[in-house]
């Protein structure tokens, strides 16, 4: 596991890596107050790893993020998983974690496409050749936490969306 956070902080700009890896985090685009910072919020996820933290993205806001600074330990050369839980107040989210290498090569996501109706996981490899897996957004499941996880493994790519 290269970076996880349980988004338990509650107040600051901070989010902590308990991986191990030193991959601490924050809130908007930089590590300071902007307008680009989601909200802290008590009510986490039930799914997965469950806890009482959570980033509130306000629906009609765009660009708000939480990001990590590029490091080579976020570049795998034979497998890649991408896990979130998230609970959405509609399904017109856009990308729920991604890392954008500055090109096309070497990038990969989770997102929810806004046209759609699909969870999406894209992963583009060195080459690079894009492989993109869609799967149908279960109906009636606005306002429940979701676990995704998109899982990509040298030529084989998988997916799996837990619903609660």
């Known amino acids: 596991m290269l970076f996880r956070s349980q988004f338990n902080e509650g107040s600051g700009q901070i989010i902590h890596d308990s991986s191990g890896n030193g991959l601490d985090g924050y809130l908007g685009n930089s590590s300071t107050t902007t307008t680009y910072d989601p909200a802290w919020s008590t009510n986490g996820s039930t799914v997965g790893a469950g806890g ?18 590029d490091t080579a330990l976020l570049t795998p050369s034979t497998a890649l998983t991408l896990a979130i839980d998230f609970n959405a107040d509609n ?6 974690i991604s890392k954008h290498a500055g090109g096309n090569a070497g990038s990969y996501m989770l997102s929810i496409p806004a046209t759609n109706g699909n969870f999406s996981f894209t992963v583009i490899n060195a080459t690079p050749t894009r492989v993109n897996v869609l799967w149908p957004i279960p109906v009636g499941d606005t306002g429940k936490y979701h676990q995704l996880v998109g899982r990509s493994e040298e030529r084989r790519v998988g997916k799996e969306c837990r619903s609660r």
């Open 91 to 96: 399904f017109d989210q856009g990308v729920l």
């Open 52 to 69: 009482s933290g959570a980033l509130y993205f306000p629906a009609g806001q765009f660009n708000n993020r939480a990001q990590v600074n």
